[in-house]
């Protein structure tokens, strides 16, 4: 049975959003970068013209895949993306320069976890440089709107300085130089800073002739977050336009660009907020802020403020309430179940869930199978399932897709997305429980007059932790939905495998901080140490997070800037000792740990003794390797995970013992020596004393050798060791 979850839009909460704005080394090109956020065995190669500002859309990408070409196309971001790559497969992309001369990468293998991310350039790379809006040549370039709200960093600005560039839609290029032949003239554009220390300050300046606008003074130490808002009148209505939220970096300025849509557009206004805050359905009437808690149950003692970013006045008080049931918020799980009796390619999906726990069959849910590989639709392979909640598929098994399929299904509006599937030997069965909540989040609405200019959020305490929106500003033509993340403000998880390396267990894979806030998280002026198992060997850290994260000597591992909103992710190792054939793992957890994940490569024998409410299980790589899988590990905050490995290979006794006893007789030998040299005069070795002391020296390797447990012979061969050497 192969057990596999579902990937659905809001399933969970989503975290927020955050651009950490690092200028990109030249050193960076043709090196990949590892990033576990990509799907597994997915590579991602961008291809800019000497700037990573100036994306290279339909450019083509040739992938050696173990010696074998595949090739792809750049994208409106310059991005061409390989998917379905084997693990441990040794890869190297190709482009063409602007010369037609060939680019290479470096040779590198796909990812065990996750994939990569690669970048290559047509011209020669000069950093940051260059116009920072300027659109892809040698290709079409995105629409303003395809880039707005995406900060980006910008060498040829001063570090600390954050420029916005406010547009309809509107920005083409002339003579190599982006431009806005219309541009928004004084409209207000504000920047609010979220701190480390729970401060809040707005600045809210005018656009120049050209809809530009710049701030200074920005702090460069990871302590501040930086939101960039503002709204753009437009027909009857307002495009509301905010981008995510910039850490800057000391190297580099940072620019973005807010468009909204054509003036002349009849679109209908766009919010940029329901980008960053998981919408529901509801509709809020104008002059209406409606706050909705996301996360962990409230008590009845939580009370709703808003307030005004700039004065810090509260504007108003709400003891928050249950709203409707949100039935886009599927949670779904999926068996899928080969069935010997089913030919192959043929597809059966079973359905059943509906609100709260229900098991009902569920009707009318679409399902269509796509390449696993490409994920391109395969013609024909479309069904609903009917009032029995099942529906069935068939397709040629000449027609099956090399890399097997995935079902994609839509519930009540969510499209999510099953694991590969192969149908290649025999039929089979996907088995969906999908269900829904029968009760509201809570939420507290304001009456709201909305002001030019005016930026507000939503804040509740619960347990002695505040909580915070992000900024936002109102408008007349429509209401306003804020979301306050009630979570643990931050949460750790790792996934590690694992492997027996001399007399080492070996450990290496990601770390995760997740910070459930809008602003950074500063533990303190040191960092965020995160402690390893007691009695670790060393630490390394992967060469692309060493500027944020050290190895903390006998300690673990310090994160040094402040963890952005959203969180820090990178992958590190260490080694625990295994001694008598055993690993004890002792890991200290004050943040606890949630949806954990650890693999343990078996051996002959190997045993695990888990904690409490963790369970495992021996399963078999694609390689055929036996791995022992520690899924969905989650231990309470204070807690220790821990374990024991027992059972694994134990160096023999007599390695041990013997370079000990050797060592205690070169040091008797040394004072002997001594001793001997202050006595009397130096003299030659009898020949019969070297004779007797090699017998006796090969007699005690041999007695730990066999592990013979004679200790009255032992203490005999030492003794006249001893008097051998002081004669």
């Known amino acids: 049975m192969k057990r596999f979850a579902f990937l659905a839009a809001l399933a969970l909460a989503a975290l927020p959003s955050t651009t950490v704005v690092v200028a990109q080394p030249a050193a960076a090109l043709g090196n990949p970068l590892p990033d576990d956020n990509l799907p597994k065995g997915t590579i991602s190669v961008r291809v800019v013209a000497g700037t990573p500002s100036i994306p290279v859309t339909g450019h083509d990408v040739t992938l050696s895949v173990n010696n074998e070409p595949r090739s792809a196309r750049t994208d409106a971001a310059g991005r061409a993306t390989f998917a379905g790559l084997p693990p441990g497969a040794m890869l190297q992309a190709k482009i063409a320069d602007t010369e037609g001369k060939d680019i290479l990468s470096s040779v590198f293998p ?23 809006e300027a659109g892809p040549r040698g290709g079409a370039m995105p629409e303003a709107r395809a880039m707005s709200g995406q900060p980006r960093p910008e060498r040829a600005d001063a570090p600390g300085t954050y420029t916005v ?103 209908p206004p766009i919010d940029d907020y329901t980008k960053l805050v998981p919408q529901d359905g509801t509709i809020t009437p104008p002059g209406k802020v409606r706050v909705t808690l996301d996360g962990v149950p409230v008590d009845d003692s939580v009370m709703v403020t808003l307030y005004d970013a700039a004065t810090m006045k509260p504007l108003g008080v709400q003891k928050p309430r249950e709203g409707a049931p949100d039935p886009g918020q599927v949670r779904a799980q999926a068996d899928f179940n080969p069935v010997k009796d089913l030919p192959a390619g043929t597809f059966v999906l079973e359905v059943k869930g509906g609100a709260g726990q229900a098991a009902a069959a569920l009707p009318g849910i679409g399902v269509t199978l796509i390449n696993a590989e490409t994920e391109a639709p395969i013609e024909g392979a479309t069904n609903t399932t009917g ?18 399929v995935k079902a994609a299904l839509v519930i009540n509006g969510k499209q999510m997305g099953s694991a590969p599937i192969d149908l290649s030997a025999t039929g089979g069965q996907l088995s969906v429980t999908a269900n829904w909540p029968t009760r509201g989040k809570p939420e507290a609405v304001f009456d709201v007059a909305p002001k030019p200019e005016q930026v507000l959020f939503a804040e509740t305490k619960m347990s002695g932790q505040m909580f915070r929106s992000l900024p936002f500003q109102t408008t007349a033509d429509a209401g306003t939905h804020a979301s306050v993340y009630v979570y643990p403000r931050t949460l750790f998880a790792f996934s590690v495998h694992s492997f027996i390396e001399d007399q080492l267990l070996a450990v290496q894979g990601t770390f995760e901080i997740t910070n459930y806030s809008w602003a950074p998280y500063k533990a303190s002026n040191d960092g965020l140490l995160i402690k390893l198992p007691a009695r670790h060997k060393g630490g390394i850290i992967a060469p692309q997070d060493q500027n944020d994260v050290s190895v903390a000597q006998t300690e673990g591992f310090r994160l040094m800037r402040p963890v952005p909103p959203g969180g820090r992710k990178f992958r590190a190792g260490f080694s625990l000792p295994v001694e008598d054939g055993e690993v004890h793992w002792n890991f200290d957890l004050p943040m606890g740990t949630w949806q954990s994940g650890m693999e343990i490569r078996q051996s002959e024998g190997m045993r695990v003794e888990l904690p409490p409410g963790v369970q495992g299980e021996t399963r078999n790589a694609s390689t055929g390797e036996p791995w022992f899988v520690i899924d969905n590990i989650t231990i309470e905050r204070g807690q220790s995970m821990v374990m024991t490995i027992r059972g694994l290979p134990a160096e023999q006794a007599w390695k041990i013992w013997v370079p000990r006893l050797v060592g205690i007789l070169v040091v008797l030998m040394i004072g002997a020596g001594i001793a001997f040299g202050i006595r009397r005069p130096i003299a030659a070795a009898k020949p019969d004393h070297e004779a007797r002391r090699q017998k006796l020296l090969d007699e005690l390797v041999v007695l730990d050798r066999d592990g013979v447990k004679d200790t009255h012979r032992r203490t005999q061969i030492i003794d006249e060791l001893e008097r051998l050497w002081g004669a």
């Not at 501040?224 to 905010?242: K, S």
């Not at 009032?387 to 097997?404: F, Q, S, Y």
């Open 387 to 404: 009032i029995d909640g099942r529906a069935k598929i068939e397709i040629p098994v000449a027609k099956l897709p090399p890399k097997g």
């Open 165 to 267: 560039r406010v547009t309809y839609n509107d920005l083409k290029m002339v003579d190599g130089k982006l431009t806005d032949p219309n541009p928004p003239v004084g409209t207000p554009v504000s920047m609010v800073a979220y701190g480390a220390d729970d401060s809040i300050a707005v600045t809210t300046k005018k656009t120049t002739k050209d809809g530009h606008v710049t701030f200074d003074n920005l702090d460069q130490t990871g302590s501040t977050a930086y939101f960039v808002l503002a709204t753009l009148p437009r027909g009857n209505g307002f495009d509301r336009l905010i981008a995510v939220p910039a850490i800057p970096d000391p190297q580099a300025g940072v620019r973005a660009v807010l468009s909204g849509d054509k003036r002349d557009a009849g679109t």
């Open 110 to 132: 796909v990812p065990e976890q996750g994939g990569a991310r690669l970048m290559l350039s047509t011209k020669p790379f000069t950093g940051m440089g260059g116009d920072a």
